[in-house]
């Protein structure tokens, strides 16, 4: 491909190449010295490279744009609209995970709370079945389950001794992964001195 | 026949190319504004929501602390529109503290002595955000051997109307660190 730059063309219509960095600077220089009484010289090797090897963009026969270039665009736009559902949907799914996380931290405290407010006697493993989600969290989160267990651990060790109870309250709710998410609280129940 | 070529040479464009070429650019340029600003409005969106839930966390917790070391708890409700209801509870050293909502959604918590502010804090809830107050002993069985108060936070979703709300319960017991340092000194 070459391209030409003529004296006998109108003065109006002469336009030097501009000047710039890297090979734009180059054809600028080039421009300058080439011959005074044609100012006709190649190009094609510098455009070459400019264009990556597709036609130049002062090709007369250029009409409209290449295929290969409303593909690169076009995917180009399609790669960013693509990474923006990707980013939109990670924050839904991280803002989902945050609120169903923050339910169950406040129903399992919630029920520790209470179990803190029941007799060292009533904390038997029937009245702690009792305890199940409230409607607030299975309104957030449907699947979600309540479990309060009761652990008694005689002699094991000097505090068992005292007749501490362990209770340990989760709550469970299915993952789409498979594997479900689990929130737990342990705490200790010891009896009063009337009760020992 | 050269010089009908070099006439017949194309400089710049036709009226029809840029008409196409124009509203292209303006769809493109366009396009990525948009996306941009709904990245941004993502991230403004997560930070306010990270915040939310942060602030939500610590009030639980200053408020189950409050409520633990409280000998007692009341409600004052005032009568009158629009006033919001507060919420006392009655600490050791002759300390009070007090919660209520003001115009911002924001949980205001103030520790007193007297008439001396010892503390005061604020908590940003979501905004429209309403707080109800419950004290006493929920009827459950088996029956409970203290008081408990709780923090009810209702707030609508992205609606912006509770046709579609969030309810957020805090529950405490009352006075379990008195019966800790008890328990404590029963120990000893």
């Known amino acids: 491909m070459i391209s030409s730059y003529r004296t006998d063309m109108p ?23 080439s011959d005074a009484s044609t100012r006709r010289f190649r190009v094609s090797s510098f455009e070459s490279v ?34 923006t559902a ?6 839904a799914q991280h803002r989902l995970a945050s609120d169903q996380l923050l339910a169950a931290q406040l129903e399992v405290a919630n029920a520790q709370e209470r179990i803190a407010a029941m007799r060292y006697s009533d904390l038997t493993p029937d009245n702690l079945e009792r305890i199940c989600a409230s409607e607030r969290l299975t309104a957030g989160l449907p699947d979600a389950q309540l479990h309060v267990s009761l652990k008694d651990a005689p002699g094991q060790n000097s505090a ?10 989760e709550v469970t709710w299915p993952a789409e992964d498979g594997e479900p998410h689990r929130v737990g609280l342990t705490s200790w129940k010891f009896p009063d001195e009337a009760q020992r | 026949m050269k010089s009908a070529q070099s006439h017949r040479a194309r400089r710049g464009y036709t009226l029809v190319e840029l008409m196409m070429v124009i509203p292209l650019m303006s ?44 000998n007692s708890a009341s409600i004052d409700k005032p009568s009158g529109e629009g006033k919001l209801p507060s919420f006392f509870l009655s600490l050791n050293d002759g ?45 459950t069985q088996p029956t409970l051997s203290k008081d408990q108060a709780s923090l009810i936070i209702s707030y609508p979703l992205a609606g912006g109307d509770f046709s ?25």
């Open chain 2, 27 to 70: 769809l493109t340029i366009g396009g990525a504004a948009v996306l941009l600003h709904g990245a941004w409005r993502v991230e403004q969106v997560m930070r306010y929501h990270d915040e939310t839930i942060n602030h939500i966390t610590q009030l639980a917790d200053q408020f189950r602390r409050d409520v633990h070391a409280a």
């Open chain 1, 160 to 169: 068992s001794k005292s007749g501490q109870k362990q209770i340990r309250a």
């Open chain 1, 86 to 91: 990707q980013i939109l949907v990670a924050c």
């Open chain 1, 50 to 83: 400019l264009n990556f090897g597709f036609r130049s963009s002062n090709s007369p026969n250029r009409r409209g744009l290449a295929i290969i270039e409303v593909v690169a665009a076009l995917s180009l736009v399609g790669a960013g609209l693509l990474m």
């Open chain 2, 164 to 188: 579609s709300s969030r309810e957020l319960r805090i529950d405490a017991t009352l006075g379990t660190t008195r019966d800790e340092a008890r328990l404590q000194e029963g120990h000893k």
């Open chain 1, 11 to 33: 003065k109006y219509k002469r336009r030097p190449p501009a000047s710039g960095q890297g090979a734009q600077h180059m054809l600028a220089r080039l421009w300058s010295k």
């Open chain 2, 95 to 139: 300390r009070q503290a007090q919660y209520q909502l003001d115009n911002f959604f924001c949980v205001e918590r103030t520790m007193r002595r007297g008439d001396v502010v010892l503390a005061h804090e604020s908590f940003a809830l979501p905004p429209k955000s309403a707080i109800t107050f419950e004290v006493g002993r929920p009827n």
